[in-house]
T-cell receptor, first 117, second 115 residues
Framework: GAVVSQHPSRVICKSGTSVKIECRSLDFQATTMFWYRQFPKQSLMLMAT?????????EQGVEKDKFLINHASLTLSTLTVTSAHPEDSSFYIC?????????????FGPGTRLTVL | AQSVTQLGSHVSVSEGALVLLRCNYS??????LFWYVQYPNQGLQLLLK??????LVKGINGFEAEFKKSETSFHLTKPSAHMSDAAEYFC?????????????FGAGTRLAVHP
């Protein structure tokens, strides 16, 4: 099946700094990618939908200026957490629609664990 | 609007025993339902999905789920648990079957399998 990668897998940063997380579709093109956030022992919450060539669509309650999304190419979307604070510490997961047989389904990346000190 | 409720945040079974993970949904349109598995510090892997065809859906690793509209349920079962089944399981609902549609996840159920 389709493979989605994320980089880095783990990142620790100081409060106030910005962190960039990459999501790549390795063997297919993705005009759309999804960014999720998962707090410890909780479910995944959709943060935004990343669209190649246009602005991302954010879910209600997600700060656009804090979580910057750039879908730079058909295989790459980036999420930048600006001026990170400890409450931003979380597991960030991306997904992209890819072909599974004759149908599309979402393929998930392995996630990025962000720890803000 | 759509939502998912997973009853039981933790389920513990013996190896070889039946696995039953419960999922109930709410949807104003015909739902498409999914079960995903997540191993520690990893992304999600699709176990199975209901896309309005057969109500009994078979997935990978011996799992299956039955869509019951009258009960608004989509419970996940496996006849005989294996140690490798220990993981977090998420039920999700969407308005369409394709991968371009938003997924709404339940809170998850952590499955423990003991010898």
């Amino acid at each position: 099946g389709a493979v989605v990668s994320q980089h880095p897998s783990r990142v620790i940063c100081k409060s106030g700094t910005s962190v960039k997380i990459e999501c790549r579709s390795l063997d297919f093109q993705a005009t759309t990618m999804f960014w999720y956030r998962q707090f410890p022992k909780q479910s995944l919450m959709l943060m935004a939908t990343s669209n190649e060539g246009s602005k991302a669509t954010y879910e209600q309650g997600v700060e656009k200026d804090k979580f910057l999304i750039n879908h730079a190419s058909l295989t790459l979307s980036t999420l930048t957490v600006t001026s990170a604070h400890p409450e931003d510490s979380s597991f960030y997961i991306c997904s992209a629609p890819g072909l599974a047989g004759e149908r599309y389904e979402q393929f998930f990346g392995p996630g990025t664990r962000l720890t803000v000190l | 609007a759509q939502s998912v409720t997973q009853l039981g945040s933790h389920v513990s079974v013996s190896e070889g025993a039946l696995v039953l993970l419960r999922c109930n949904y709410s949807s104003s349109v015909p739902p498409y339902l999914f079960w995903y598995v997540q191993y520690p510090n990893q992304g999600l892997q699709l176990l199975l999905k209901y896309t309005s065809a057969a109500t009994l859906v078979k997935g990978i690793n011996g799992f299956e789920a039955e869509f019951k509209k009258s009960e608004t349920s989509f419970h996940l079962t496996k006849p005989s648990a294996h140690m490798s089944d220990a993981a977090e399981y998420f039920c999700a609902v969407s308005e369409a079957a394709g991968g371009y549609n938003k997924l709404i996840f339940g809170a998850g159920t952590r499955l423990a399998v003991h010898p």
